[in-house]
């Protein structure tokens, strides 16, 4: 077989891309993510995953799905999101960001840097199939960011929806616009890295910018129905100082609503940064107290077994509402979305 056959086959078993504009010269732009890569005719986006071909944007990695199995919601973590469901959760590889402390970089930094786009051919059918079977109430898009592989949330959030199941994004907030209405029909609920309120940390640490993950935020908040989370992994020295988080929790409270649950997780060394200690207990519970002085209702610290920060306590009068062992739920006092107690209005997708 010469090598255009060869590649004219690899072409049939492409999934052609979603959000994408044509240019001259064979040029294509995709829209996906707010880096709105110019793709030149055989090259690759930034994530490594989706490939101009003839002037036409395909989808490397839609059938190579690199993990597929049942997680506890709060996993992702979702704690105001149907609490104490299953979530069928998969992944392909490939990153739009390059975090130099990412804690799966064994799958969204394996296409970047040695060209590997591993996985299964799972079809969506199977996917959703998969999911009933074995009794979770949604899928999530997460371990990488779902924006890179776009084509399968996409089909498979159709089907889901129409089998009663709803879907959830673990994202990085990189998202266009574009890609955010492209979903909104489907997509039920987010959890959103805000990895730090500095340009210049997402700018040294993460190959991108700060200010289009703060419009992703602000849009899902004011312009859709999309139940959203917030997550900082805190690293020590990097984005824990108390001016920073100040900053980053008015940003929450001001810009996405009081109401919006803002996770803290602690951060332990992996890939680039190994030499680095994970964050101490200290510098979590102070992020802790600088988010509920700003005004945040609900503050979890993650990565923290046996904390009493990983239950939902009402914000009016102090009443644990959901009690949590990890990510085990140990009782659920909340009725009909309410505080038993005092009867405020618990904010949360199907509580």
């Given amino acids: 077989m010469s090598e255009l056959s060869r590649d004219r086959k690899r072409e049939e078993n492409l999934k052609r891309a979603v959000l994408w504009e044509q240019g001259k010269d064979k040029k294509v732009r995709c829209e996906l993510c707010n880096h709105r890569c110019v ?25 190579k799905v690199c993990s597929a199995n049942p997680d506890p919601i709060e996993k992702k973590p979702l704690f105001h999101f149907q609490p104490g469901t299953s979530s069928f959760s998969i992944a392909t590889m490939g990153c739009n960001f390059r975090c130099e402390f990412c804690q799966n970089w064994q799958i969204s930094q394996a296409a970047i840097e040695d060209g590997r786009i591993d996985g299964q051919a799972i079809s969506p059918e199977q996917i959703v199939a998969a999911a009933v079977r074995n009794g979770c109430k949604s ?11 776009m084509e399968l949330c996409n089909d498979c959030g159709r089907l889901a929806r129409n089998e009663g199941l709803t879907n959830v994004f673990v994202s990085n907030g990189y998202e266009t616009i574009e890609a955010i209405d492209f979903v909104s029909d489907w997509l039920n609920g987010i959890n959103v890295d805000l990895k730090s309120f500095s340009e210049d940390y997402y700018k040294r640490l993460c190959k991108a910018r700060l200010q289009p993950v703060l419009d992703t935020i602000k849009y899902i908040a004011k312009e859709t129905d999309i139940w959203m989370e917030i997550t900082t992994l805190l690293v020590p020295g990097e984005n824990d100082s108390d001016d920073e ?31 680095s200690a994970a964050t101490p207990l200290k510098a979590l519970e102070r992020a802790e107290e600088i988010g509920k002085a700003a005004g945040l209702h609900y503050v979890y610290l993650g990565n923290v077994p046996g904390s009493k920060s990983e239950s ?6 102090g009443r644990v509402l959901i009690e ?27 509580l």
């Fill in 39 to 63: 793709i030149d005719d055989g090259k690759l986006g930034r994530c490594c995953v989706r490939k101009n071909i003839d002037g036409v944007l395909y989808s490397l990695n839609y059938d």
């Fill in 324 to 350: 949590r062992v990890g990510y085990r739920i140990m009782a659920n006092h909340i009725e009909n979305c309410c505080c038993p107690d005092c009867g405020v209005k618990i904010a949360g997708f199907e």
């Fill in 312 to 317: 939902t306590f009402c914000y009016s009068c």
């Fill in 245 to 275: 988080l100040r900053e980053l929790a008015d940003f929450i409270v001001n810009e996405a609503g009081a109401d919006v649950p803002w996770h803290i997780s602690r951060f332990h060394p992996q890939y680039k940064y190994v030499d």
């Fill in 139 to 149: 899928i999530a898009y997460t371990y990488t960011e779902p924006t890179i592989f």
